[in-house]
């Protein structure tokens, strides 16, 4: 039986969109970066026991896992077959703390309020798409790449789930159009899709060259589509069902149990 763990966003964890559907033994590790995952924790930095106003507790316990450095920890008491990495939460900005820490910036960080906590105070500001960004995602899959050699780890099959931000959402009639709107990281923290999609492919090229042992899912090009009509809203990593289909079925050529993802 697979025990799946998954460090990565909702493109990879809706392959199951009810959590009845999903692998018994499934971790999911969301809200995080590569970076953040390896950082020291947050100094002072004491966990709440129930979530803010506005968030539910999985979203809670995911900012907590991020700030607490809870994730690695997690990975390795679950000893994964299978371990499945994608990168659309990279998305978000990363903050460096005054002790050193990193965190990352995610909707839920900021509106949960976490940030009017004192050991966050001064945060410095890394932003995504710098140069500053990209030379901390790097090292930090070098050092991944020795976690994966050196622990239990190594003995799950690596796997990564290959996208783009969609560029064209469908329209009735399995047709297709330019994507409406401008793409935010969430509202009032705009986007640019070019260059979060140039980010992703240098991304997974390092990924690769560090990680060479990692297999490839991606969906086939005519499926990536962004979904008006997906549960979550309109949004360049929200997919048609067709999307999700591809990715559940090439998981389950690599032992993976197929999911039933027609609803998402």
Request: net charge negative.
């Amino acid at each position: 039986m697979a025990r799946t763990a998954i460090v990565g966003s909702c493109i990879t964890r809706d392959l199951w969109p009810l959590r009845e559907a999903a692998p018994r033994d499934l971790l999911y590790i969301s809200r995080t970066s590569l970076v953040s995952l390896l950082s020291q924790a947050v100094e002072g930095y004491p966990s709440q026991p129930d979530p803010p106003a506005g968030l539910t507790r999985y979203q809670h316990m995911a900012v907590e896992a991020d700030l607490l450095k809870t994730g690695l920890a997690q990975l390795i008491a679950h000893r994964p077959t299978h371990l499945i990495f994608d990168f659309i939460d990279e998305r978000f900005d990363l903050l460096r703390l005054p002790s050193g820490a990193v965190a990352t910036h995610s909707w839920e960080l900021e509106s949960g309020g976490y940030l009017d906590h004192p050991a966050l105070a001064g945060p410095q500001p890394i932003v995504r798409l710098s140069a500053s960004a990209e030379w901390l995602w790097r090292q930090a899959v070098v050092e991944w790449a020795e976690i994966l050699r050196l622990t239990v780890l190594r003995e799950a099959k690596i796997i990564l789930h290959s996208t783009q931000w969609a560029a064209r959402q469908a329209v009735p009639g399995g047709t297709s159009q330019p994507l409406q709107g401008h793409p935010h990281i969430w509202d009032g923290r705009p986007a640019d899709l070019s260059a979060h999609n140039e980010m992703l492919a240098r991304y997974e090229a390092h990924f690769l060259a560090m990680i060479p042992q990692a297999q490839i899912v991606r969906a086939r090009p005519e499926h990536q589509l962004a979904d008006p009509a997906h549960r979550w809203g309109l949004s360049p990593f929200h997919y048609v069902p067709a999307y999700y289909d591809d990715i559940s079925r090439a998981l389950a050529a690599l032992g993976i149990e197929e999911a039933a993802t027609s609803g998402v």
